[in-house]
């Protein structure tokens, strides 16, 4: 599973820990770790995926003795990245506290517990930090304004990661995430497809939908690359509607888009208020030598084929080398 390099000084080895095994991110970069460990550039000592179970992000001093754990067991530097989160936005409306404790507590257990070992912490925040009123894509230092509880748990998750490790900490914000793993908007629409003649869908809220495997590239490449620390906007480029999105999977998948109706997000309530813009500017990213993720029209081709069976030719995977009737909106696949 993992490749040391042979006679590298232990100055160049690093070992990777993800959190949230199980979750949509989480399952991507476990796949890339694992298919491309044996010729990662930045020399890895050896990787794990920890799960809810083996690591609870609420229990402090469980997140400190794993961390302490894992950086004995390290034989050089340790970068841990968090894929673990609450992401059920509607469901924070009514239960902020213990969105809270994993968001924004559980991830200062985290960052406390790296800045005692003097580990590297990749953090993977949201474009909901953002109140939603602008019309130009949001660069990382714009002013934030959450909505939504669910937001407002996840900036103060992104104060922690700033605050208590200032120089190992990195907030990689992401955008309207779908992949193999888990349930999310495409899988819907794709189901939906066969089985409703027309899909409503909220053609009033603007974003960028991001492939969890191209962002799992763009965190190998993040990781390798070793930018200073601070905030990162990661998305696939372009941007478009929930309604564009829909379109864009029927197309996909040979049945006319005209089936997908637009509506809009007033004659659709839900309990969490969504940002009607929320388009992340990857400016910065790229201004730090990171691969710019592919546009987001060309990822959801090749998601969708994936999660069809489709086995994708090495240079259209996302690699450390490859560069990386019913009314819907967000709430299928929350923030
Ligand atoms: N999904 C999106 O549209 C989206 C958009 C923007 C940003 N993001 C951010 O991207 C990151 C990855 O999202 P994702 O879609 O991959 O999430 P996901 O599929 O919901 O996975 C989250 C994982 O975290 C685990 N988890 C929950 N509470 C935990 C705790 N207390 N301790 C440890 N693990 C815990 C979950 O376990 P259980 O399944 O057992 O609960 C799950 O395995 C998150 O930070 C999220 O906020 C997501």
């Known amino acids: 599973m993992v490749a040391a390099a042979q006679g590298k000084g232990t100055a160049d080895l690093m070992r990777i820990v993800v959190t949230g095994a199980g979750g949509q991110l989480a399952t991507d970069l476990s796949l890339l770790l694992t298919r491309d460990a044996g010729a990662a550039p930045a020399t890895l000592s050896g990787w794990q995926q920890l799960s809810i179970d083996e690591l609870d992000l609420t229990d402090a001093a469980a997140v400190r003795a794993v961390v302490l754990d894992q950086a004995r067991a390290a034989g050089g530097d340790l970068v841990v990245v968090n894929a673990a989160a609450w992401t059920d936005v509607d469901g924070a409306e009514s239960r902020e506290d213990e969105a809270y404790a994993v968001n924004a507590a559980g991830v200062a257990h985290l960052a406390a517990a790296c800045a005692t070992v003097q580990a590297r912490l990749v953090h993977v925040s949201t474009d909901y930090v953002f109140p939603g009123d602008g019309h130009a894509p949001y660069e990382p230092d714009d002013a934030t304004g959450p909505r939504s509880a669910y937001g407002r748990t996840k900036l103060a998750g992104e104060q922690a990661v700033r605050a208590l490790l200032p120089a190992g900490g990195y907030v990689v914000r992401t955008a ?23 899909v409503d869908v909220v053609d009033d809220q603007h974003g960028s939908p991001t492939w969890s495997a191209d962002l799992a590239a763009g965190l190998a490449d993040l990781v390798a690359t070793r930018p200073k620390p601070g905030v990162y906007h990661a998305a696939n480029a372009g941007s478009t509607t929930w309604y564009g999105l829909a379109r864009a999977v029927f197309e996909e998948l040979g049945a006319d888009p005209h089936r997908v109706r637009p509506t809009t997000t007033d004659a659709f309530p839900r309990p969490a208020p969504r940002p009607a813009y929320s388009v992340l500017s990857t400016r910065s990213w790229q201004a730090a030598g990171l691969r710019p993720l592919r546009p987001w029209r060309e990822a959801l081709r090749l998601a969708l084929a994936q999660m069809r069976g489709h086995v994708p030719a090495m240079a259209e995977l996302p690699g450390m080398h490859a560069g990386a009737g019913t009314a819907r909106g967000p709430a299928d696949r929350p923030g």
Not at 176 to 198: D, H, Q
Request: proline share 0%; aromatic share 14%; no cysteine.
């Open 176 to 198: 309207w995430l779908y992949g193999a793993a888990g349930n999310n908007f495409v899988k819907t629409m794709a189901r939906l497809e066969g089985e409703r003649e027309t």
